[in-house]
């Protein structure tokens, strides 16, 4: 039976994933999201408790949410993290737990992870050559991302290991066969995404776009890939390379956008509902926690903010606005 705090918006769509940020802060400093300095970070007790994680979640699923993504931020730098998880995935109705993470803390934590009942999760990965991990992360880690990585491959029950790379012009392009030879190498699932106009330098500019289909054009002219189908509400395009070996694919929000089927909302670590990555107004949900509202209240300010999701982005659209807050600081 419908919870009559049903999470369905506007235009009829089902909110059913949730991408909650559990931290602000991270331990890389990737030029397309953060500036080098670092943001102003937020204050220990402006950050959401894991009891409040846990009751928004639990509130969220009992009005259709069917899956949660742990984001951040570097989620893998909050401590008790597995914790949080474990008390997660035993939430009746969850159907899924995952995580994004850009897998420098992965070789020390994937164990932790896959005991905690982690099954799903996402490694941002944008370059295999050293200079230009250093270059784009402002961090000298490549080694350690590619050995946690291998670390998760002795948990098969986090599976599928999908690894995204966001693609830039004049960086990507130049790497994209050697992505290709990674995704058939290993057993992981090579992701591309586009650039999006959420990087707090504000450096974004439509020729940085490389779409998903001249990447897929480039490798399919080496490599031959044919579609898989997916699920209406996924964001990817996903292709198997045609000699069987590995997966590919592609995510292009700014050149396909997807809006019409998203499913999505966001939770920042600062306790505020977004329903749109490119949204100018948010939804607080912490001060009613902490004013002790109902758990229908919370579901009632929940379900009154879906209903006002956005149509759609306007990157592509004249006179498009930007967010008002970057990738990190919203939980990407
Ligand atoms: N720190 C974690 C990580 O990097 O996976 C989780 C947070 S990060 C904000 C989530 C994802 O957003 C990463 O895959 C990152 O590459 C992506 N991202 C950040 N800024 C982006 C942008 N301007 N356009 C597209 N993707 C972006
Ligand atoms: Fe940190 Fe992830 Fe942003 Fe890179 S993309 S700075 S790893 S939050």
């Known amino acids: 039976m419908l919870h009559p705090q049903e999470l369905i918006d506007g235009f009829g769509r089902h909110i059913e994933d949730m991408r909650v940020s559990v931290i602000d802060k991270c331990n890389f400093r990737c030029t397309y999201c953060m500036p080098a300095e670092g943001l102003r970070w937020l204050k220990n007790d402006e950050v959401l408790s894991f009891d409040e994680i846990e009751r928004i979640v639990r ?6 949410i069917r899956q949660i993504r742990l984001t951040g931020g570097e989620p893998t730098v909050r401590a008790g993290l597995p914790e949080l998880i474990e008390r997660l995935v035993h939430l009746p109705g969850l159907q899924a737990v995952s995580l994004t ?5 992965l070789r020390r934590l994937a ?158 670590a600062d306790g505020q509902l977004r329903t749109c990555l490119f949204s100018r107004w948010e939804t607080d949900l912490r001060g009613p926690l902490r004013e002790n509202h109902s758990d229908d209240e919370i579901g009632a300010l929940m379900l009154r903010a879906v209903q006002q999701k956005e149509m759609k982005h306007r990157i592509n659209d004249p006179g498009f606005v930007r967010a008002n807050r970057s990738m990190s600081q919203i939980g990407g």
């Open 111 to 268: 164990k932790d992870l896959a005991d905690a009942g982690l099954t799903r999760i996402n490694v941002s990965l944008d370059t295999l050559v050293q200079q230009k991990f250093e270059h784009i992360t402002r961090r000298n880690h490549l080694s350690e991302v590619l050995a946690g990585l291998e670390e998760l491959e002795k948990y098969p029950t986090i599976s599928p290991i999908k690894v995204n790379a966001v693609a830039i012009r004049g960086f990507t392009d130049e790497e994209v066969l050697e992505f290709a030879r990674f995704a058939r190498r290993k057993p992981y699932v090579v992701r591309f995404i586009e650039f999006m106009p959420l990087d707090a330098d504000e450096s974004w500019t439509p020729e940085m776009i490389l779409t998903g289909k001249e990447l897929h054009d480039m490798i399919h002219a080496v490599y031959p890939l044919l579609p898989r189908d997916a699920a209406p509400a996924s964001t990817s395009r996903v292709y198997q390379f045609a000699d069987g070996k590995g997966e590919i694919g592609f995510i292009n929000p700014v050149s396909e956008p997807f809006c019409s089927t998203c499913n999505r909302i966001r939770i920042t």
């Open 59 to 64: 509130i969220a699923v009992q009005r259709g």
């Open 101 to 105: 993470t850009n897998g420098f803390l």
